[in-house]
Antibody, heavy 121, light 111 residues
Framework: QVQLQQSGPGLVKPSQTLSLSCAIS??????????WHWIRQSPSRGLEWLGR?????????EYAVSVKSRLSINADTSKNQLSLQLNSVTPEDTAVYYC???????????WGQGVLVTVSS | QSALTQPASVSGSPGQSITISCTGT?????????VSWYQQHPGKAPKPMIY???NRPSGVSDRFSGSKSGNTASLTISGLQAEDEADYYC???????????FGGGTKLTVL
């Protein structure tokens, strides 16, 4: 059974960096058939796909245009986890952030529990 | 603001059937059979209910079914039960610069 356990601060100051981790069990972050995504949800923007990382003989990353200049998604194979770093945050980045897996289909079949991140001074 | 359009709310009585629509364009829903549906209860992560338009993941009740016609996908829930009351979101692959798009969500109320 795949499980995704998220961690990270719930409060970030404007202009600072939002950092979250997603520990994976039951699968490997470097799996050749899975991709690991970050998605956020807010009342104003709904569900919003942020980006993904996946391994197919080498690492690939893909980011949403809306956050591409500020977002970095990385995989840590030694800890079997992925991370998200979003720079220069504003109150508009306030949301529940989820990590999720997609494997073999276009379905997000496993999700982390979500972390509410509030951007406020 | 969401890329896919869903009704804000639907309702039905126990035992009845309801259908939730999800309208996109030929760049997403209409062009690819990669529509999925998620159920979300308050404070919980989305739960996958349907993938590739019509397929149910293991463990999902056969009361849930999906279909698509043109640029509109639909989720039908038959034999409504109290525990079906939740928010439902559609998602699709998109050929545009954002490869994953979501609907704005539909709140299902079981009367």
């Amino acid at each position: 059974q795949v499980q995704l356990q998220q961690s990270g601060p719930g409060l970030v100051k404007p202009s600072q960096t939002l950092s979250l981790s997603c520990a994976i069990s039951g699968d490997s972050v470097s799996s050749n058939s899975a991709a690991w995504h970050w998605i956020r949800q807010s009342p104003s923007r709904g569900l919003e796909w942020l980006g993904r990382t996946y391994y197919r003989s080498k690492w690939y990353n893909e980011y949403a245009v809306s956050v591409k200049s500020r977002l970095s998604i990385n995989a840590d194979t030694s800890k079997n986890q992925l991370s998200l770093q979003l720079n220069s945050v504003t109150p508009e980045d306030t949301a529940v952030y989820y990590c999720a897996r997609r494997s073999g289909t276009y379905l997000f079949d496993y999700w982390g529990q979500g972390v509410l991140v509030t951007v406020s001074s | 603001q969401s890329a896919l359009t869903q009704p804000a709310s639907v309702s039905g009585s126990p035992g009845q059937s309801i259908t939730i629509s999800c309208t996109g364009t030929s760049s997403d829903v209409g062009g690819y059979d990669f529509v999925s549906w998620y159920q979300q209860h308050p404070g919980k992560a989305p739960k996958p209910m349907i993938y590739d338009v019509t397929n149910r993941p293991s463990g999902v009740s056969d009361r849930f079914s999906g279909s698509k016609s043109g640029n509109t996908a639909s989720l039908t829930i038959s034999g409504l039960q109290a525990e079906d009351e939740a928010d439902y979101y559609c998602s699709s692959y998109s050929i545009t610069t954002t490869p994953v798009v979501f609907g704005g969500g539909t709140k299902l109320t079981v009367l």
